[in-house]
């Protein structure tokens, strides 16, 4: 079983860097592919970014490729989701997710094992 939290929201100017982490329990936490997703008021969650065990390959959502990073410190069973140049669009709750089967598919959510509570992201314009 992993668990997975999320920190790092709140409420946010527009234009702003927040950095979104998420600590995961468990030893194996450096053979998992992770994700992060969000889901705004009245939409369907959907794909943020994600990150390979490895940390060699990255995946971005078209609207935020280029304004967020992902990252891993698998040392600190971590991973990390900076945002730059945040909109009010951006305005969501951000969940991080575990792919403990090593799926080639990081993009959507059935990939996903386990999720975290989800953290709140609020842009103000």
């Known amino acids: 079983q992993v668990q997975l939290v999320e920190s790092g929201g709140g409420l946010v100017q527009a234009g702003g860097s927040p950095r979104l982490s998420c600590a995961a329990s468990g030893r194996t936490f450096s053979n998992y592919n992770m994700g992060w997703f969000r889901q705004a008021p009245g939409k369907e969650r959907e794909f943020v970014a994600a990150i390979s065990w490895t940390g060699l390959s990255k995946y971005y959502s078209d609207s935020v490729k280029g304004r967020f990073t992902i990252s891993r410190d698998n040392a600190k069973n971590t991973v990390y989701l900076e945002m730059n140049s945040l909109k009010p669009e951006d305005t969501a709750v951000y969940y991080c997710?575990?792919?403990?089967?090593?799926?080639?598919?990081?993009?959507?959510?059935?990939?996903?094992?386990?999720w975290g509570q989800g953290t709140q992201i609020t842009v103000s314009s």
């Open positions: 997710a575990a792919d403990a089967t090593g799926s080639r598919n990081l993009r959507v959510e059935r990939t996903y094992n386990y």
